[in-house]
C-alpha cells in the first residue's frame, strides 16, 4: 500500500472483529525454535511483522506453511544459519531471537535489531539477563554473537527495570536451560502470560504467571502444541480512541476487555460508555468529549505507550488542556509536526511532556507515518478532519495492522489505500 485516503468527518458505526496480538504472536513464533514436533499458532495476525519473522525462522531452517486459521511450524530441523538482514533490522522483535537461538544451539549471531525509531532502546538487559543464565556475547563487525559455552544454567536473574523484552528473552532461555531460574522484576504485559501459557502447553514448567517473579524449571522437553494468540489490546484501543474522536458507537468483537483497563479508564474519563458483553466490547461516545486533564504512560496495567499518539490526536476534540505525559520512551512525539499541519494545537514542554488544548478541528491535508503506532494515530487524525488527508509512509502501518482501512470502512469511514 502506497499511500491511505481519508475523507473525515464521519462518525464511527458499526462492528469490527480484532486481529490477533502482534506483541504476543512475534515472541510465541520466535518460542518454537525450542519445540519438537508440529505447532499450529492460530488467530496469528497477518501483519509485515509476523511475515519477517516467519521469514527468519524459515531461514533457520523452520517448516512454515499457513493455514486458513493460522500458521504451522515445525523446528524440528532448525540450525543456526544465516538469517536476512533486512528482516533483523526491521523489528525489535527478532531481540527474542537470542535466547530463542541460545537454549536451542547453544550460540547466536545476529545483526543490531531495528523497529520504530521512538528512543534509543538500548539492549543491555537483554544481554544481561542472558549473560547471568551462562551466555558470553562479544560485538563482531556490528553482529552480536553469543555462546553459551557449556549450556545454559538456570540461576537467579534480577531485571534492574521490567522489560517486556528482556522478560521475554530470559524465560525463553531459563526454560531451555538445566536447573531453575527465578526471574524477578519480570514485566507485567498480558504477552507475557501469552508466552508462558504457550511455553507451559508444550510443556515448561512455569510458575507465577502474571507476576513480577517467575520461576521456571528449565531443561524439559517442549513439544509443538495448537495455541491462539490472544486479541490485540493495543489495536481494540486504537479503534476505541478512532470512536471517541469522531463520535458514534462501534461493538469491538473478541476485544480483550481484561487487558484494556487504562484505555476504558480513560475512556470513561472523557464521558463514554463501555460495556463489556458476550461478543466484546460495546463503546458509545458522548455528545462532547469532557476534559481529562492529564494522560500518563506507564507500564502494565498503565496506560499503555503503544496508545500515546492516539490518544494525544483524540485530545485535540476535547475541551481544555490535557497534558500527555511519555514515561517509557524519548522520542515518542514524533507525530508533533504533522498534527500541528492539520490545525492541532500542541506544546512539546520537555523531552517527555506533551500539552494539548482542545477544542481543535482538524483539517485533512498530506501527511507521513514515521513509525507504527504514530502512522496509526494518523489515520485516527484524518478520520476526525474535515476534508481528505493523504497518509504515506504505510509500511509502517502495516507492520502492526492486519487491514487498518478495510477495519475502519466496516466502521463506516471513508478511507481506502492505494
Ligand atoms: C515492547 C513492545 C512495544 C511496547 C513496549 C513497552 C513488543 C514487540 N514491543 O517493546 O510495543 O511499546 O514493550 O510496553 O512487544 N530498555 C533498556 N534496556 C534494554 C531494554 C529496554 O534500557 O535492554 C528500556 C527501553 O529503552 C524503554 C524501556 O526499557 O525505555 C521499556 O522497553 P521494553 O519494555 O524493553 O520494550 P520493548 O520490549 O522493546
Known amino acids: 500500500m502506497d499511500s491511505i485516503h481519508i475523507y473525515g468527518g464521519v462518525c464511527l458505526q458499526g462492528d469490527v472483529r480484532i486481529q490477533g496480538s502482534k506483541n504476543a504472536a512475534l515472541p510465541i513464533l520466535a518460542a518454537t525454535l525450542l519445540t519438537k514436533g508440529t505447532n499450529v499458532i492460530c488467530n496469528c495476525p497477518r501483519i509485515a511483522d509476523v511475515y519477517r519473522m516467519l521469514d527468519l525462522l524459515s531461514s533457520l531452517g523452520c517448516l512454515v506453511v499457513w493455514e486458513k486459521d493460522g500458521v504451522r511450524i515445525n523446528a524440528d530441523n532448525a540450525g543456526l544459519h544465516e538469517m536476512p538482514g533486512d528482516a533483523i533490522r526491521g523489528m ?140 490485540d489490546r493495543i ?25 484494556m483497563g487504562a484505555v476504558i479508564d480513560l475512556a470513561e474519563r472523557l464521558g463514554a ?58 522520542n515518542r512525539f514524533r507525530i508533533l509536526e504533522p498534527l500541528s499541519r492539520m490545525g492541532a494545537r500542541v506544546r512539546q514542554m520537555d523531552a517527555g511532556r506533551v500539552e494539548v488544548e482542545g477544542i481543535t478541528p482538524l483539517r485533512g491535508c498530506q501527511v507521513e507515518a514515521r513509525e507504527l503506532r504514530g502512522g496509526a494515530a494518523l489515520v485516527v487524525a484524518g478520520l476526525m478532519a474535515e476534508g481528505e488527508t493523504v497518509l504515506r509512509g504505510c509500511e509502517f502501518i502495516e507492520r502492526g495492522y492486519e487491514n487498518i482501512c478495510r477495519d475502519f470502512r466496516e466502521l463506516g469511514a471513508r478511507i481506502y489505500g492505494v
Open 235 to 259: 489495536v481494540a484501543g486504537t479503534y476505541l480512541l478512532g470512536c471517541l474522536g469522531t463520535g458514534g458507537s462501534v461493538l469491538l468483537k473478541q476485544a480483550p476487555v481484561e487487558h
Open 92 to 231: 525489535r522483535s527478532s531481540l527474542c531471537l537470542l535466547g530463542a537461538l541460545l537454549g536451542r544451539t547453544g550460540q547466536v549471531s545476529m545483526e543490531h535489531p531495528g523497529g520504530c525509531v521512538i528512543g534509543a532502546r538500548p539492549v543491555d538487559l537483554h544481554l544481561k539477563a542472558l549473560e547471568c543464565l551462562g551466555a558470553v556475547f562479544r560485538e563482531e563487525e556490528g553482529l552480536i554473537v553469543g555462546n553459551a559455552g557449556t549450556g545454559l544454567r538456570g540461576t537467579h536473574v534480577a531485571l534492574a527495570r521490567p522489560s517486556v523484552g528482556a522478560t521475554e528473552n530470559a524465560l525463553l532461555a531459563a526454560v531451555a536451560a538445566e536447573g531453575e531460574t527465578c526471574l524477578s522484576g519480570a514485566a507485567l504485559e498480558p504477552e507475557i502470560e501469552a508466552l508462558c501459557e504457550y511455553l507451559r502447553d508444550c510443556g515448561a514448567w512455569i510458575e507465577g504467571i502474571g507476576t513480577s517473579t517467575l520461576r521456571i524449571r528449565g531443561g524439559r522437553r517442549l513439544l509443538g502444541t495448537r495455541y491462539r494468540i490472544p486479541s
Open 273 to 330: 460508555e463501555c460495556q463489556q458483553g458476550r461478543e466484546g466490547l460495546f463503546v458509545q461516545a458522548p455528545r462532547d468529549l469532557k476534559p481529562c486533564g492529564r494522560i500518563i504512560t506507564a507500564v502494565y496495567p498503565g496506560f499503555p505507550t503503544d496508545l500515546q499518539s492516539v490518544a494525544l490526536v483524540v485530545e485535540t476534540a476535547a475541551a481544555g488542556k490535557c497534558l500527555v505525559e511519555e514515561r517509557i520512551f524519548e
